[in-house]
């Protein structure tokens, strides 16, 4: 099957930087997405990753390392709207398979 | 981008009765998808509506629970059959973008809850 994990809750200050990260388990998936989803909204993109290496956004930068079947999400300068639920996604072909998902709480 | 509207934003149904969720976009699409989140979980893909064909359902969700139409490219049905307590949750569609990113666009989902 296919599986991927993700720590259940990330807290810290402003300013900060967090990083959360995802592993996951498949037979092969053709890149890892980044989603953000606040408290009764719906997932928004925020990253993707379809070859190994670091992709930059603004203050969130993804990674993917297929050979470790692992990625992450750094999110740098954090600010008090950054606490949301945050999602990696691996692409299986035509569809989207969620991790578990990680709470993220920024404090002030 | 693509902006989805989906109806009702959310309701509450007796056990034993069925709802119909719709999903409109507002461009041509060719497949669509249906997610089911429980409260403080993560996503969990349905099955994949294509326009012309019978749906493609993941493991553990059946077409005679989750019976699902698309008539034309731009929108999709899910019903819930038979409800019970269990299927509270929110249903979200989504559509992917055309550009390489594989973005998924969702709409702001049905909010169920099932007495």
């Known amino acids: 099957g296919q599986s991927l994990e993700q720590p259940s809750e990330v807290t810290a200050v402003e300013g900060a930087i967090v990083q959360i990260n995802c592993t996951y388990q498949t037979s092969g998936f053709y890149g890892l997405s980044w989603y953000q989803q606040h408290d009764g909204g719906a997932p928004t993109f925020l990253s993707y990753?379809?070859?190994?290496g670091l992709e930059e956004t603004g203050r969130f930068s993804s990674f993917l390392s297929r050979s470790d079947s692992y990625g992450y999400l750094l999110l740098q300068e954090l600010q008090m709207k950054d606490s949301a639920s945050y999602f990696c996604a691996g692409i299986d072909t035509d569809k989207l398979i969620f991790g578990t998902g990680t709470r993220l709480q920024v404090f002030p | 981008s693509a902006v989805i509207s989906q109806k009702p934003s959310r309701d509450i149904c007796q056990r034993g009765t069925s709802l119909t969720i719709q999903c409109q976009v507002d461009?041509?699409?060719?497949?669509m998808f249906w997610y089911r989140q429980q409260p403080g979980q993560s996503l969990t893909l349905i099955a994949t509506?294509?326009?012309?064909?019978?749906?493609?359902?993941e493991s553990g969700f059946v077409i005679d629970k989750f019976p699902i139409s698309r008539p034309n490219l731009t929108f999709s049905t899910l019903t819930v059959s038979n409800m019970s307590p269990e299927d509270s949750s929110i249903y979200l569609c989504s559509v992917e973008g055309v550009g390489a990113r594989r973005e998924q666009y969702f709409g702001p989902g049905t909010r169920l809850t099932v007495t």
């Open positions: 461009s041509q699409v060719t497949m």
């Open positions: 990753n379809a070859l190994d």
């Open positions: 509506a294509n326009q012309g064909s019978e749906a493609t359902y």
